[in-house]
């Protein structure tokens, strides 16, 4: 195929998984479109034990190492209004997180290197992972075996805030790790007219959302990053009664595994503390999610080196309080995420979120590139 041919069957390719989204562990016809895609290019599907999403190969006849490439695929419970002309034709999912643009960049740089398999100095593998948005695609594909063998690992994402033709990232912590808090409080309802009757538990949330906030301005050192973000509280039902209960709920972001520990031994501390000082049951339910991303320096100035040898300007980074389970991948491998420009004016997870069409195909011929030099570079020594 021409790039012209390509560019123009990837671009097409792409608006139709954005015309049918699935939410996480639900991409069935997502996968059934990327499986007859890569089956028609005679392209090799690994047998592993996925529900949704795909592993495949190219390469191989030729002795070498093995580097791997990873796009998501799944969608967000989003209305759109972005105003495309091809928008979902799922009700209430959307494709806002762009990553229609990873799927379709990474299958055609599976074509790309497919054309040119028997000059491959080694094997590129190229998941298409489901459930990123859970945070738990990751680790369900590493548990098939995915990751074995391989030397090295790129991912990417689309960043609306980089202009098309611009890739960038950084050495070291780029994403954060994202844990999310649910904290429920049980107090003693009553008349609202005699709260000494009661315990109230809206007195107690509100403490507990002060006191939250301290952790950061109070507990943090100064020259790091984080954030606690208290996102919805809930509680009571009419004007003249205290209730009985109360909950919260909300995310904690940190960019280093102390941070990380440190916030959580503090919530703990915070909501004991405030249990016992209001003489209530308070409990709080921490749930991990993905950790930071931490890039491998010297796979990041690679990627960003064939990047600029395939047209992209390249740009150095800061952290970006952004989940992402590629995370999982980058504690097992080394590696790098890169971010691409996507050029919008709407944020990633906004329903008006759109991705410029402009930024597939050099995604495509840039990722290609990247396995493909990946395979001969000295790192890998
Ligand atoms: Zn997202
Ligand atoms: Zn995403």
Redesign the pocket.
């Known amino acids: 195929m021409t790039d012209i041919a390509l560019n123009h069957w990837l671009t097409e390719f792409r608006r139709e998984l954005h015309r049918f989204p699935e939410l996480s562990n639900e991409e069935f016809e997502t996968t059934r479109r990327l499986r007859e895609a890569l089956e028609a290019k005679q392209i090799r599907i690994l047998d592993l034990p996925l529900r949704t999403g795909l592993v495949v190969e190219v390469g191989g006849q030729r002795p070498g190492p093995l580097v791997i490439l990873r796009a998501d695929i799944d969608a ?1 419970p989003i209305e759109e209004v972005s105003g495309v002309p091809w928008p979902s034709e799922n009700p209430g999912v959307m494709h806002a ?1 762009g990553h229609d643009f990873h799927s379709a960049a990474a299958l055609g740089a599976a074509i790309l290197l497919r054309e040119k398999e028997e000059s491959l100095a080694g094997t590129v593998r190229i998941i298409f992972q489901p459930a ?2 859970t945070g738990h695609g990751a680790p369900a594909v590493l548990a098939t075996g995915a990751l074995d063998g391989a030397k090295a690992i790129f991912g990417i994402h689309n960043d609306p805030a980089l202009p098309v033709g611009v890739i960038g990232s950084k050495a070291g912590a780029l994403t954060a790790g994202v844990d999310r808090f649910k904290i429920d409080v049980r107090g003693r309802g009553s008349h609202a007219a005699r709260p000494h009757e009661g315990n109230d538990p809206l007195i107690i949330a509100a403490h507990l959302v002060t006191a939250l906030q301290t952790l950061i301005s109070r507990n943090l050192d100064s020259r790091e990053n984080a954030v606690v973000s208290v996102t919805q509280v809930h509680g009571g039902s009419t004007w003249n009664v205290i209730p009985e209960t109360a909950w919260l709920e909300g995310t904690v972001r940190t960019f280093s595994q102390s941070a990380r520990e440190g916030l959580e031994r503090r919530f703990h501390d915070v909501t004991e503390g405030v249990a016992r000082t209001f003489n209530a049951e308070v409990t709080l339910d921490w749930q991990p999610g993905p950790p930071s991303i931490i890039n491998t320096a010297e796979w990041v100035d690679f990627a960003l080196e064939v990047g600029e040898k395939s047209g992209f300007e390249t740009r150095r980074l800061e952290e970006n309080p952004i989940g992402e389970d590629f995370a999982f991948y980058l504690q097992k491998l080394p590696g790098a995420f890169i971010m691409v420009g996507s050029g919008g004016p709407f944020a ?2 906004h329903p008006q979120f759109r991705v410029d069409d402009a930024a597939l195909y050099p995604t495509a011929q840039w990722l290609a590139g990247l396995a493909e030099a990946a395979l001969i570079s000295g790192h890998l020594k």
């Open positions: 967000l997180c990123e948005e990633l997870h």
